[in-house]
């Protein structure tokens, strides 16, 4: 991908509108294809706990295990647009490749955020928990600490880990679960839950992930990890702890 400087100095440059390049899927390089292959098992372990696992095969799980995930999840969903301003912060425009290009991404991301802790609580109300108890009560100690390792990562990490922890991790294997988990989630009207438009926006707009998002995100870790310094081994790191917390969490709210 063309610098911020390079972009500029295109002899068009000064007949067109700036807009820095998209981040468009490119051919992985050796240390990333090995990554990628290193967490396959951890990224499905977090993708499909029994709960999801059981919900998108149709076995209907006790609805208050879903209601005690949606409780104590609540902290990440209200905090993701937090994970990502850490991150945009680190951003620069013209000093590094791709910075400009990651910036744009965060940015458009953040806007998508907006509404999305909003959703989320009318999917609380919908499955029976009242939003007031989720505010007052603190999550479990497993996806306190979830939390506070993103918080962490996202800004004291550099922008590769960061990314790799929230935006690939956590966000990445969201937009797989839900899209199996959506329309069979439905059947819990049975149970007495309410299902409508509103209660199954933050569901069903997840399910819509297109499966280019972790792939952007995979471009922006690409373009900002110093392959030089051994990066490589810390982004895998920092994606592996979000990934085996993520499940943790997952697994101490089904079992607690």
Request: charged content about 20%.
């Amino acid at each position: 991908m063309p610098s911020v400087l390079q972009e500029l100095a295109h002899p068009e440059a000064t007949t067109r509108r700036y807009s820095p390049p998209a981040l468009t899927p490119t051919a992985h390089p050796l240390w990333l294809e090995a990554m990628l292959e290193s967490l396959r098992d951890d990224w499905n372990t977090a993708c499909w706990p029994p709960l999801f696992r059981d919900t998108a095969d149709g076995k209907h799980p006790p609805l208050c295990q879903w209601q005690r995930v949606l409780s104590n999840f609540f902290v990440i969903v209200e905090s993701f647009p937090k994970y990502m301003g850490l991150s945009l912060a680190k951003t620069t425009y013209g000093q590094r490749p791709g910075d400009a290009s990651a910036r744009r991404w965060l940015l458009q991301n953040l806007g998508v955020e907006a509404k999305h802790a909003e959703w989320y609580i009318d999917w609380l109300r919908g499955v029976g928990v009242d939003p007031a108890t989720v505010f007052a009560q603190p999550p479990l100690p497993e996806v306190r600490a979830l939390h506070e390792y993103l918080l962490d990562t996202c800004a004291h990490g550099t922008l590769a880990e960061g990314v790799a922890a929230s935006n690939w991790a956590v966000e990445g294997i969201t937009g797989v679960w839900t899209r199996e988990v959506a329309e069979p989630f439905r059947a819990y009207a049975a149970d007495g839950a309410r299902i409508d438009a509103h209660s199954m926006m933050w569901l069903k707009v997840h399910a819509r992930y297109d499966d280019l998002h972790p792939e952007e995100a995979l471009e922006i870790i690409k373009l900002s990890t110093d392959v030089g310094t051994g990066e490589p081994f810390r982004v895998q790191a920092a994606a592996r702890k979000s990934l085996r917390m993520y499940a943790a969490a997952l697994h101490a709210c089904c079992n607690g």
